[in-house]
C-alpha cells in the first residue's frame, strides 16, 4: 500500500543529501516552499510532471521517490542504502584454480554472471561460474598475451558479446558530488559501474551503494591476486569507502544496439593475438613490459646480466615466472575453446598448435618451479639455476614459433563475420 508518509520523509532525505533547503528545492522546481513542505509532511502528492523533475534533480528513479522500499534487498550483511542483485542467483564459486592474476579477466566473468547470461545451472538454478570466460575474456582482451601488459584501450568486443556498450568517464572532468552522483543513478537504474583506479588497488564491480554514494558496495579486483580475482560472490560484498577520492576512472554500462556473435569475437582475438604473440619488440624502458617472441631473448638477457655481476639471488624470475606460467596456459586453453566456436577453423592444426604449446607449458612450469624456491637456493647454484631458466627459454621459442604458423594456416578457411 502507498505511504504518503514515507514517501515524504524519502523526499526530504534525498533533498538533504543534496544540502538543498527545501527553499532551495522550491526555487529549482519554480514552486513554492510550502508545497515542498506539504510533501515532506505527508499532507500533499507531488504531480508526476513534480515527480519527474525530482528524479532528474535527485539522480534517481521515480520509484525510489514514490516507494523507497521497493528499491532495496534485506539479505544482505551489512547496512544499506540501495542494492541491485543479480539477474539469475549465482552459485559458490565452482573452480578457484590457481593462477587467476588477470584481474580484468574476473570482473567480466563477472559481468557475465551479474546479468544472467550464464546457461549453465546447477540443481537450485543457480549460475556457475566454471572459468570458461576467464579463459574467453583473457584472450578476448588480449591480456593473456602480455607480460606485466595490458591494452591502452578496453577491447569492445568483451562487451559486445554480452550485448553491452560502455562509457569511460574520468574523474577529473567532474566535481566529487557529480561523480558520486553519476554511481548512485547508474546503479539505481539496474546496472553496476566500474570504478577503475590509476593506482595499485582494487578495481571496483559494484552493485549497491550507503552513506549517500560515500560507499560503494561490490566485488574487488586487482592484478595479480589469484585469490582475490577467483572470489566471485554477489552475496558477501565488500565496502569501499571514500573510493570517490582516488584518482580513478568510472565505466558504466549501457544496451548495445548490437550483440557480436562469440565466433566473430574470437577469430578477432586469435589474429590479435597472432600478431602480438608475434612482436619483436618490447614496450618502454621495462625490457619485460610487452608481448611476443622478444621476452624470450630479454629475459635471456637478463638473467646473464645477473651472472655476470655475480648477483646474490634470482630477481629477475619474480614474477615474471607466473606471469609467463598463467600466459601460455590461458592461451592453450583459448586456443581449445576456438576449436569448439570458431566454425570452418582446420581443427588438425589446431591441435597441433595445441601439442606444441603443451611443451611450452611443461618448460614454464620448471621456471615457476625455480622461481618459487629462489629465496633457497646457496649462492653457488644460482649460476647455474640461472642457465637451466635461460635454456628453457631457448627451448620454448621454436615449438611456440611452429605453433603460431600452424593457427595460422588453421585460419586460411575461416570466413570473417
Not at 142 to 158: A, L, M, T
Not at 186 to 195: A, C, N, S, W
Request: hydrophobic letters at 40%.
Amino acid at each position: 500500500m502507498f505511504d504518503v508518509r514515507k514517501m515524504g520523509e524519502q523526499i526530504a532525505y534525498l533533498r538533504a543529501a543534496k544540502k538543498w533547503t527545501q527553499e532551495q528545492l522550491a526555487e529549482k522546481l519554480e514552486i513554492s516552499p510550502q508545497a515542498i513542505s506539504k510533501w515532506e509532511n505527508g499532507k500533499a502528492v507531488p504531480e508526476v510532471p513534480m515527480l519527474c523533475a525530482m528524479s532528474g534533480l535527485f539522480n534517481c528513479s521515480v520509484d525510489r521517490i514514490l516507494d523507497p522500499k521497493s528499491c532495496v534487498l534485506h539479505n544482505m550483511d551489512f547496512n544499506y542504502e540501495f542494492l541491485v542483485k543479480p539477474r539469475i542467483p549465482v552459485a559458490d564459486y565452482s573452480g578457484p584454480e590457481w593462477p587467476k592474476s588477470i584481474s580484468f579477466a574476473s570482473l567480466l566473468t563477472a559481468l557475465k554472471l551479474f546479468f544472467g547470461l550464464e546457461q549453465r545451472r546447477d540443481s537450485k538454478n543457480r549460475q556457475i561460474n566454471d572459468d570458461e570466460e576467464y579463459i574467453l575474456q583473457s584472450a578476448i582482451t588480449n591480456v593473456c598475451f602480455g607480460y606485466s601488459y595490458s591494452p591502452d584501450e578496453f577491447v569492445n568486443d568483451s562487451f559486445s558479446i554480452y550485448g553491452l556498450d560502455y562509457e569511460i568517464h574520468s574523474k577529473a572532468d567532474y566535481s566529487e558530488d557529480d561523480f558520486i552522483a553519476l554511481a548512485c543513478q547508474q546503479i539505481e537504474h539496474g546496472y553496476p559501474v566500474i570504478v577503475i583506479p590509476k593506482e595499485y588497488t582494487d578495481t571496483i564491480f559494484a552493485v549497491g551503494f550507503s552513506d549517500h554514494g560515500h560507499t560503494l558496495k561490490g566485488l574487488g579486483f586487482v592484478e595479480g591476486d589469484d585469490q582475490k580475482n577467483a572470489n566471485i560472490n554477489f552475496d558477501r560484498l565488500n565496502q569501499y569507502a571514500g573510493w570517490y577520492k582516488v584518482d580513478c576512472d568510472m565505466m558504466t554500462l549501457k544496451p548495445s544496439n548490437e550483440k557480436m556473435p562469440l565466433a566473430k569475437a574470437c577469430i578477432n582475438a586469435l589474429n590479435k593475438g597472432v600478431d602480438l604473440l608475434l612482436n619483436d619488440s618490447h614496450c618502454g624502458e621495462d625490457k619485460m613490459q610487452g608481448y611476443g617472441l622478444v621476452i624470450y631473448q630479454n629475459w635471456s638477457d637478463l638473467l646473464r646480466e645477473e651472472n655476470k655481476n655475480d648477483a646474490d639471488q634470482i630477481d629477475c624470475v619474480f614474477p615474471h615466472a607466473f606471469i609467463h606460467y598463467e600466459n601460455k596456459l590461458r592461451t592453450k586453453q583459448f586456443f581449445e575453446l576456438c576449436m569448439d566456436i570458431i566454425p570452418d577453423i582446420d581443427k588438425e592444426f589446431m591441435a597441433m598448435a595445441i601439442s606444441q604449446y603443451n611443451e611450452i607449458i611443461s618448460f614454464a612450469t620448471e621456471i615457476a618451479t625455480i622461481a618459487h624456491q629462489r629465496e633457497s637456493f646457496t649462492k653457488d647454484c644460482l649460476k647455474e639455476k640461472r642457465n637451466y631458466i635461460i635454456e628453457m627459454l631457448r627451448r620454448s621459442i621454436g615449438p611456440e614459433e611452429l605453433a603460431l604458423s600452424y593457427i595460422q594456416k588453421a585460419l586460411v578457411n575461416v570466413q570473417t563475420l
